[in-house]
């Protein structure tokens, strides 16, 4: 299985859109997306470890690319039919143990609900066992102009397999 | 009054270390301190707004020149005697309006409490009266090994005056 | 003098627009921009050194402020009717000295010529009288769009007492 | 092959030390490594292109990409026998076209030849067979305190074959 295969036990069939030398979507396991990534000299700070805003480059990069792997993808959303953006309303940050340089990270990453414009979204960092970083977000579908609108049906119908059951 | 001047209502008289040419440091009123910054290119993204995690950076920055607005200096704490630095362990972000390029904004920094090696801050970014962005902060004072490790006194007792009454 | 007057042999006149408190957008010393900034946690890496990409921010904010000084806003000629913005095309950057935490860096920025939509621009960084990094790079004035366009005249006009004499 | 493999007409045979979910560590093409990326929200600014000092963070990210892939890493090279570190002292950058929100990249780097501590290195991004932007840059291997050192002997050995012939 290659890094951008999909391993999904939800049944939903989702391909990898592109081959194997592409940059990974990453992959599922259940609900649960999973997004590896490299610690490099960008992302440490002169005290040796991970810069803490950092981790909010993690996450966003692992949301968007569960959001790719299930076909939705920045650029067609905000100049496409919908015009639509996804922004982060709130953030609670816990950060338990430091990533170093040359770490292999794991982002894992679950939508949990959907409530009008508003979505769920709880994320954590891995290094390997050990629990880094953990992300408790509140995002909003907004319009271009910022406003918030619930997104269109499609994309409810496509995230419903992967949200909490309820 | 220049942009390094202290406006200290509580008689501490922290003077500016350097000219009106240098860095700002920020100013306090009362016993919060004010960071003002300009939004550049660097900051925003492809949705014409400042990215969610630069804000990090901003009230970082903030953070950092409070301390050094009454004497700490992250190089001189690190090398020197005590061999220490501050790590954020939780932080509380709400985003209530955006910023954007060319904005200039002011972040309002208050250091609540110390108990221990923990420290609580509250922070908000604002353009003009509008409040964009709050962040509510756990801070741990370390050692240069990650461990916690109580400030030493001559710290607690430069803050104090600007901590929260009790 | 406050942080943002300007030392303006020229007798053009710049007004700072905004108070003292306001982040800061440098000065001119003859025609050459100097603006200060601070080296942050945000801007080190693990080596204990600032990160090589982030002189290329430094140089941004420097340029951006230079443009700000004498009456070019990014948002206004984005969005205004000009409808226009820069880009670099080419950069040479030079490392010759590292920067650390807790640094007061001067950038000293000259726009030496205009030719149809090129520009050229000669930017240096500094600690005291230490030169740390020098950059020389080639912008072009573009449209929304991406393509080259003469900058207006009323941009030319302004800028021209601060280019190299020919 | 998966994402991890090594196209390597050189014979040397270097195996790819993690499994496919590992963050990528890109792959040769006889001396010519490639390393793919996605551009995030993180990488873009407000005109809707990425950010000019941006794509110095995904050369670095190729450059450790491939000498991880060959067997060297930093934290090993830093905290190890070696107490050596890489540092950019020149590099020239040619923006030639932008990209933008959710591009797939392909960062080239071949390591062009090795004279004491100096190290030349030519990198190239693409977006498929589009050139973007290219960088020749100057290296050096120096001590953690910052002073030129050739590099041992092991690691010139290991980085030979990749080099130009002369």
Redesign the interface.
Known sequence: ????AVTDDLGTGHAAP?G?????MG?FEGRVH?Y???V???D??????V????Y??FF??AR??YF?LIGF????L?DGEDQM?F?????????KR?A???D???VQTTYDRFKGARLWVSQACYRGDELLVTAHSEAASIT?Q?RPKRPPKWMIEKIAPYLEET
């Open positions: 299985m290659t890094d951008d592109s194997p030398q592409a940059p990974t992959w999973h590896p990534l490299r490099f000299y960008e440490t700070d002169f005290s040796g470890i810069y803490y805003a950092n909010l480059r966003e990069r968007s690319s790719r993808e920045h650029s067609k905000w953006a922004a982060i309303r709130k953030v609670e940050l816990d950060y430091p170093r340089i040359d292999g990270l794991v271009r910022g």
